[in-house]
């Protein structure tokens, strides 16, 4: 088994409905799936999130084994 990090849109607040959820290898690569994924599904510019809003999407990231 190996580890990675999960990360589903739904969990967010406000993003109940989003069916979005991403897992990659490294925490790194899921940051860069999930910016990406907001700016396609929810027009929002990643670069724009302050500390606060990332600090919040970390405590939702998931480790899991894959
Ligand atoms: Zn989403």
Avoid: F
């Avoid at 580890?3 to 979005?20: F, I, L, Q, V």
């Amino acid at each position: 088994m190996t580890k990675a990090y999960s990360y589903a849109c739904r969990d967010c607040e406000g993003m109940e409905t989003c069916p979005a959820s991403m897992t990659a290898e490294t925490k790194e690569e899921l940051w860069q799936l999930t910016g990406l994924h907001a700016q396609i599904a929810h027009g929002e510019n990643p670069a724009d999130w302050d500390a606060e809003t990332r600090a919040y999407l970390e405590t939702l990231i998931k480790e899991v084994d894959v």
